[in-house]
């Protein structure tokens, strides 16, 4: 994988972060290979049952999909990320504060399950892995379990997952804020798994003993939603 350092990290005045110094801001081009792991709920292609629709394309070729009547309309200022559950500190991040930290840059395709895919997405924002090392996983802590504004949508990675380099809590697309359709201020971006993994609006991330599927995974999905490894598809990697 070819890495470009972009700019020097931003020197951080924030209590209990200082192990964020030094960390430089990265453009991430080339794909990773992840090895696909073992569901522990779904074991290939979902049913029609609950399966997601787009209601419309976005001219920028996603498709914007809900699970709510109506979406979570958070601005910058109102916007706070916490992290609990099994850690040693638990933390609460405003977006002020995630601009702060040191940026990075992934450049990758977004494969949906359904099919579509856009090419070459750019996402800036924060390598989730900081942001767990910042709090500090307990030992007991096997998983994550990530929580949207809409109230009603869940996700899941292992701490093995969320410490890869192509897990974003991302705050920009295409060198823009996240729209709200999108799933700004600030979401999830997965980059090796399918786009169900990347929960919009996210809100909370915390440390679990056990993967608790997610969402789409209770109605059929598969938890380790590899591109081309998993849902019964044979996509490319992404």
């Known amino acids: 994988m070819r890495e470009f350092t972009r700019r020097g990290a931003v020197a951080l005045g924030l209590v209990g972060l200082t192990a964020f110094a030094g960390i430089k801001v990265k453009d991430r081009v080339a794909p990773l290979t992840g090895a696909a792991g073992t569901g522990a709920a779904g074991t290939g292609a979902p049913g029609s049952e609950g399966a997601p629709k787009p209601s419309l394309y976005e001219s920028d070729g996603f498709q914007y999909y809900t699970v709510v009547d109506k979406d979570p309309l958070i601005t910058p200022a109102e916007f706070s990320l916490r992290i609990g559950g099994l850690v040693e500190k638990s933390l609460t991040f405003t977006f002020a504060d995630l601009q702060q930290l040191p940026r990075t840059r992934l450049v990758r395709d977004f494969q949906c399950v359904t099919g579509w895919r856009v090419k070459k997405v750019a996402w800036e924002g924060v390598l989730l892995r900081e942001l767990l090392n910042a709090a500090g996983m307990q030992a007991s802590a096997g998983a994550l379990q990530f929580t949207s504004s809409d109230g009603a949508y869940t996700e899941s990675l292992t701490i093995e997952q969320a410490m890869r380099d192509d897990v ?4 920009s697309l295409f060198g823009k804020a996240i ?9 999830l971006f997965v980059g ?3 786009g169900y993994k990347s929960l919009k609006w996210l809100k909370e991330i915390a440390g679990t003993a056990e993967v608790r599927p997610g969402y ?7 938890v380790d939603a590899w591109v081309g490894k998993s849902n019964g598809r044979s996509d490319l990697p992404t």
Do not use: N, Q, S
């Open 192 to 194: 090796a798994m399918y």
């Open 216 to 222: 789409w995974e209770v109605r059929g999905y598969d």
């Open 179 to 187: 729209t709200p359709k999108h799933g700004g201020p600030v979401r």
């Open 168 to 171: 974003l809590v991302a705050d």
